[in-house]
């Protein structure tokens, strides 16, 4: 079983300001089978970032992905009003898992 | 345009069992499978399983194994996901999620809440 552990668990930021969210593997995984969801309250995940570094489709170019093996980062480069949420890693690999989140808040 | 439709808002009592349906259109049902995904209130998202629409293939999260049983009718194109022997900590909003030709979630049902409670 992969665990995925995303860090911190809570970030306390100002609009404007950059964010950077970890997310760590217990094992290497594939670069190719590793997103970034966000979610806001009362609503389903929506997908942000697949295969590592690609942005889904309509996402900002504020939200990038990197990383490789074990560790892997989401960085939001100038937070908007609206990216006020969670965020999950998600391994969507053999076996799939998820992250337990990351809250981005508004300081 | 990829849509799913869940069930409503179940009310269980400790040990019984919860169907819930999720009703698909947008694109050709049998060409991709789907992910079950949990979650308990004020907590993260957990994978459940998932289910070939092509040929009813399954893998589940060994949690889950022996409890849950996810199946595909491709007559309505709809994915069924059974959970047994129900506890309070099975309590969550539980969803369907589509998966593109790459295995990745891109499309999510709204969730179906299902309370477990005497």
């Known amino acids: 079983e992969i665990v995925l552990t995303q860090s911190p668990g809570t970030l306390s930021l100002s609009p404007g300001e950059r964010a950077t969210l970890s997310c760590r593997a217990s094992q290497s995984v594939s670069s190719s089978s590793f997103a970034w969801y966000q979610q806001k309250p009362g609503q389903a995940p929506r997908l942000l970032i697949y295969?590592?570094?690609n942005r889904a489709t309509g996402i900002p170019d504020r939200f990038g992905g990197s990383g490789s093996g074990t560790d892997f980062t989401l960085a939001i480069s100038r937070l908007d009003p609206e990216d006020f949420a969670m965020y999950y890693c998600h391994h969507y690999g053999s076996p799939r898992t998820f992250g337990q989140g990351t809250k981005v808040e508004v300081k | 345009q990829v849509q799913l439709v869940q069930s409503g808002t179940e009310l269980k009592n400790p040990g019984a069992s919860v169907k819930i349906s999720c009703q698909a259109s947008g694109y050709i049902f049998t060409t991709y499978g789907f992910d079950w995904v949990r979650q308990a209130p004020g907590q993260g998202l957990e994978w459940m399983g998932w289910?070939?629409?092509?040929?009813?293939?399954?893998k589940y999260a060994q949690r889950f194994q022996g409890r849950v049983t996810m199946t595909t009718d491709t007559s309505t194109s709809a994915g069924y996901m059974e959970l047994r022997s129900l506890g309070s900590d099975d309590t969550a909003v539980y969803y369907c999620a589509h998966l593109d030709p790459n295995n990745r979630i891109d499309y999510w049902g709204q969730g179906t809440l299902v309370i477990v409670s005497s």
């Open positions: 289910i070939s629409a092509y040929n009813g293939n399954t």
């Open positions: 295969a590592t570094s």
